[in-house]
């Protein structure tokens, strides 16, 4: 399947730097202790915005439910459909939220609550992106 290339500007990209160093980093709140992402200019929470850092966390989690794209607008998707749409929620904070494609597990046999981790895969020369895994 092609990926898509991110384009950091400059809210996303220590994700994307983080991403390219194979680490998962969301923002993190020091007013309220709250991570979250995507990344915002200030915290969703409590509006802070010079409390705002970057945190490391764990790249693992479980597939909350998921859906099956039949017909996506995304051209460089197409030729791959259909194909497995999960929502992955982070075992470090259940409300963050991810979406994955989940490779390696075939079209509308994703295992909800299943564990999964992140991977590392290369969009082009030099860029990587995040994907989730099932662990079995």
Known sequence: MPYPVPVPDELSRPFWDAVNERRLVLQYCA?????????????????SSDRLGWREVEGTGHIRTYIVSHDTRIALKQPD?????????LDTD?????LSNLPGTPVDEVPVGAAVE????????????HEWRVTR
């Open 31 to 47: 007013e309220c202790e709250r991570l979250q992402y995507p990344p915002q200019h200030s915290c969703a929470k409590c509006g």
């Open 81 to 89: 459909q259909p194909f497995n749409v999960a929502v992955v929620t």
């Open 118 to 129: 992140l991977t590392f895969v290369e969009a082009e020369p030099g860029t990587l992106i």
């Open 94 to 98: 259940p409300g963050i939220t991810f």
